[in-house]
């Protein structure tokens, strides 16, 4: 799963005219690639869940283990550091641009107008378009983290030219958002090309930076 979208990079940086359309999708694939590689997660966990049209709550049956198959056999520890609230979420069913609302892995029951089900379950931000039993669902990354995404896609916006990398700017604007810099936050990582902010904003989940 992409971790940021050409709408939702315009609506994180304030952008509403479509002449930098060209210039943010040049780089959402490279942003993509980046911020996986920053931290070690390709954002393709799957999970298995019963989605319930017009209903926000998902009862969860089953996480992708580490073969890429999906294990039914879960622990509240496996669950607990899986899921994380706020995580994009796709799927069958699932509206675009839905996220984990909420998780509930500790409740004996949980319920809406439309069912009562049996935890783990999470709670969806917007209730889903269609029913279905066993869906697949892909884990994405945290809606948190993605104004850090969309200011790194203008960053490297920033960065077009034919000079050699510098510090030689400490402002710059890109439609109606401006970035100031100092100069410790200009500072390039050696490894991912990208300024120590951006780097120093993710959490890594297997390893260091």
Do not use: C
Request: net charge negative; aromatic share 6%.
């Amino acid at each position: 799963m992409k971790v940021i979208t050409l709408a939702k990079t315009k609506e994180l940086l304030g952008i509403s005219v479509t002449t930098l359309d060209t210039q943010i999708e040049r780089y959402i694939p490279i942003i993509d690639a980046k911020v996986k590689q920053i931290t070690n997660n390709r954002y393709n966990m799957q999970i298995l869940g019963d989605v319930t049209l017009d209903s926000k709550i998902v009862p969860i049956s089953g996480l992708s283990n580490i073969t890429g198959g999906i294990q039914n056999n879960m622990v509240l520890d496996d669950i607990d550091e899986s899921i994380i609230i706020g995580s994009l979420i796709s799927g069958t069913g699932i509206p675009d641009g839905s996220y984990i609302g909420d998780f509930y892995y500790n409740l004996s029951t949980i319920s809406d107008s439309l069912q009562t089900t049996k935890a783990p379950v999470i709670n969806l931000s917007a209730d889903a378009t269609a029913t279905g039993a066993s869906v697949v669902m892909y884990l994405g990354i945290s809606i948190g983290l993605q104004p850090t995404v969309a200011k790194g896609i203008q960053w490297l916006i920033n960065q077009e030219n034919t000079d050699e990398p510098g510090l030689g700017w400490t402002s710059k604007r890109m439609g109606p958002v401006s970035v100031v810099r100092g100069v410790a936050q200009a500072a390039i990582d050696g490894r991912y090309g990208m300024p120590v902010w951006f780097v120093n904003a993710f959490p890594s989940y297997m390893g260091i930076h």
